[in-house]
């Protein structure tokens, strides 16, 4: 069997053959990763159901749809995002070409995470092979299923001088990180992109981190309190409360609190029925230590469950929890939920929610829910996170025109569309320039003269009204 060095050396031969430059290889890669999806559904939704009993509604929405969406969107904008951009120009490069052109970067990693074990993979894949790159993907090890899946697959239908599936967990991944990469791509959690960045200074690898956080939901006291529990609900118990932009926990004032408690109540027997454990619209904890983790999370809380709370080790059953009385310094507030708890802490003013926030880690979605639009906009204004929704959860990162990814601690760069195709692109600064007017370059070449100086200083600086984006030289 080939290994991983022999692997990347494979990738890096092809890419340095320019077998991936040309529009039509990548639209062709493009097209066979449409059909990988499009004839194996079926095995698809049985590889995610035998990871985490996915429901199949939960399934074709967040992950077989957006990854084709997504693959339509490359292929129809894929030559326009592939066209150089023409820059404004100074007098002193007026007859020059200048211009921007997007290169592949080379041979790229992409590690993906369990919990959309196949959006979260083939979604960087997109924006890698419609920018021309050579890509090495390893999937989760945490998702078997999908990882044996797409390991069968992706040799099937994508060209396998281009592409290479790599297996296995911590250990087989630190051993891939030794290889010299173009560009990692990582989704995952804050502790191992620390690993991460450490294989990749060795080489000076240039990193993208999609990683995770604490989200918030802050809910003012205007709102439709049950269109508000259904929609929290949603985002936070889709997939089982493992997203990395579930809301994580809830702020709102006790009088907020205390009329969404029998709105959520009511929506949870709406959703999952009277006995949540039976119901097939929710899936299971990915695997026995995830499981554990939420069950001594649970158990650290000095908080009230008031919903919930019940699990079962067996089927690695988690039933959807809401828990208040919750502080600030709580077990449930050190570290992201990423599971079906949901804690709600109350506030007095929405200034004091804001604060909440600011003193934490910017997180990677941030949600506020107000009938108000002063107040959608104050909180906009007054904090960061890696993306925002108002009266609503999850929903912003179905868009490819929107940038997916974090914010300082929530992680570094971004995907999705076109963000993806410039994420895996080098933005290469062009100056194409002939042998014309050497008379005028005498201006800048020793000996100096002062008087030249004047009017070099004149033709590089930027005229108001005729050189549009013109920047210094
Ligand atoms: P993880 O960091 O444990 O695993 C992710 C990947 O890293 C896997 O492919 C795994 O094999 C590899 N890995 C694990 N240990 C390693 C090691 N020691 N050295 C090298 N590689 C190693 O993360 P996870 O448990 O899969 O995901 C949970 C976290 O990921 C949460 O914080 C969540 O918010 C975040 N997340 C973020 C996004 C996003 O898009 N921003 C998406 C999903 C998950």
Redesign the pocket.
Known sequence: MESQSEAVNRLQAAFRSGLTIPEKFRQMQLSKLTSLIKDNEQLILDALHKDSAKPKFEAVLSEIDLVINELHYAIHNLRSWMQPDYVGKNLATKLDDCFVRREPLGVVLI??????PLQ?TLLPMIGAIAAGNCVVI?????SGAMEKLLAELIPKYICQDCCAVIC???E???TL?KNRFDHIF????????R??LQAAAIHLTPVTL????KCPCLISEEVDILAAAHRLAWAKFFNTGQ???APDYVLCSQATCDALLPALQQTLEDFYTKDPQKCPDLGRIISDR?WTRLTDLLQKSQGRVVLGGQSNQSEKYFAPTVIVDVKEDDALMEE?I?GPILPILTIESLEEGISFINRKEKP?ALYVFSDKSSVVTKVLEQTSS?GFCSNDGIVHMTLPGLP???VGA??WGSYHGRWGFETFSHRRSCMLRGWALERINTLRYPPYQENNLGWLRWTISPKKNVFNNCSLM
């Open positions: 590690i993906g995470a369990w919990n959309y979260l390893k999937p989760s090890e945490v296995g967990g911590a087989e991944t630190e990180l990582y989704t995952g959690s804050q502790r191992v992109a690993i991460i999609e990683l995770g956080g997203s990395c932009v995830h992201e990423f990677l890696g997916f990814g974090g929530s992680g």
